[in-house]
C-alpha cells in the first residue's frame, strides 16, 4: 500500500470515512456535502491508504472571494505534507474557476499555520475580522467561540 497524500473533492459515497474522522455528532462532512451541492463552496479532503487525513473548503461566497476554509489534517499525519497538499489543490482549483487571488483568514495566535501560510506565498493584506460562531465539540456539545482573524491573499498563477 502506498503513504501517497492524494487530494480530491469529496462525494457523497466518502461520507462514512469523513465521518469517522470528525467529532460524534455534529454532520460537518454531511453540512459540507450539502452546501457544496448547492454550489456555495468545494468540499477536498486528503486521502491516505484510503482515509481521509484532512479536509478544506473552497468558499466561494465569502466576503473574500473565493477563500480558502476550515483546512484541518489529523495531528497523527501532521508533518507528511497533506497541509500544503490541500492548498496546492485548493489554488488549483480557484485559478481553474477563474480566480486570481485566492484569500484565507488565519487567527492571529495560530503561529504554526501563519508560517505555512506564509511558506505558500500568502501574504498579509492588513485586514483583521473577528467572528463569533457555534460548534460541536468532541463530546458533541454546542459551544460557542469568538476568533480573530487576519486576512491573507495569493496571487495565483493565470
Not at 122 to 148: L, M, P
Amino acid at each position: 500500500m502506498t503513504d501517497e497524500v492524494v487530494v480530491r473533492q469529496c462525494v457523497y459515497s466518502d461520507l462514512a470515512a469523513l465521518k469517522r474522522a470528525e467529532p460524534p455528532g455534529p454532520g460537518i462532512a454531511r453540512n459540507l456535502l450539502h452546501h457544496q451541492a448547492a454550489g456555495s463552496i468545494v468540499y477536498a479532503a486528503a486521502w491516505q491508504r484510503h482515509q481521509p487525513v484532512g479536509t478544506v473548503v473552497l468558499d466561494l461566497t465569502s466576503a473574500h472571494t473565493p477563500e480558502l476554509k476550515h483546512l484541518y489534517v489529523q495531528g497523527s499525519a501532521r508533518g507528511i505534507g497533506a497541509g500544503r497538499a490541500l492548498c496546492a489543490w485548493t489554488e488549483h482549483r480557484a485559478a481553474q474557476a477563474g480566480f486570481d487571488t485566492l484569500y484565507l483568514g488565519v487567527g492571529i495566535e495560530n503561529h504554526e499555520a501563519r508560517r505555512l501560510y506564509e511558506r505558500l506565498g500568502f501574504r498579509s493584506i492588513g485586514q483583521t475580522t473577528t467572528t463569533t460562531y457555534q460548534y460541536v465539540d468532541d463530546d458533541g456539545e454546542k459551544q460557542w467561540a469568538t476568533e480573530t482573524d487576519d486576512i491573507f491573499e495569493k496571487l495565483l498563477a493565470g
